[in-house]
């Protein structure tokens, strides 16, 4: 079993930044794969960023050149750098650890993000 908790969240405006943490316990020492993904109110949720044990790294065309993934062995964290926020970045943002290893995909609880003036 994994467990996720997810950090970070909140309201900032246009253009500002916000860093998500999501701390993984539990059975973790497995082939996976952690990431982020968002769902907004009549949307389906959506790839943000994903990483690797290896710190390979994918990101949404939408994340790309302004959202970091980044992944610390030691704490066993996933953090998001979200810069140069915009309005449509809105969305409850979740956690994800897929468990090559088990099987199992994990999501954490969701952690609402707001870009408004």
């Known amino acids: 079993q994994v467990q996720l908790v997810e950090s970070g969240g909140g309201l900032v405006q246009p253009g500002g930044s916000l860093r998500l943490s999501c701390a993984a316990s539990?059975?973790?020492?497995?082939?996976?794969?952690m990431g982020w993904y968002r769902q907004a109110p009549g949307k389906q949720r959506e790839l943000v960023a994903t990483?690797?044990?290896?710190?390979?790294?994918d990101y949404a065309d939408s994340a790309k050149g302004r959202f970091t993934i980044s992944r610390d062995s030691a704490k066993n964290t996933v953090y998001l750098q979200m810069n140069s926020l915009k309005p449509e970045d809105s969305s409850v943002y979740y956690c994800?650890?897929?468990?090559?290893?088990?099987?199992?995909?994990?999501w954490g609880q969701g952690t609402q993000v707001t870009v408004s003036s």
């Open positions: 994800n650890f897929r468990d090559f290893t088990g099987g199992r995909t994990y």
């Open positions: 539990g059975s973790t020492f497995s082939i996976n794969v």
């Open positions: 990483i690797t044990r290896g710190g390979t790294t």
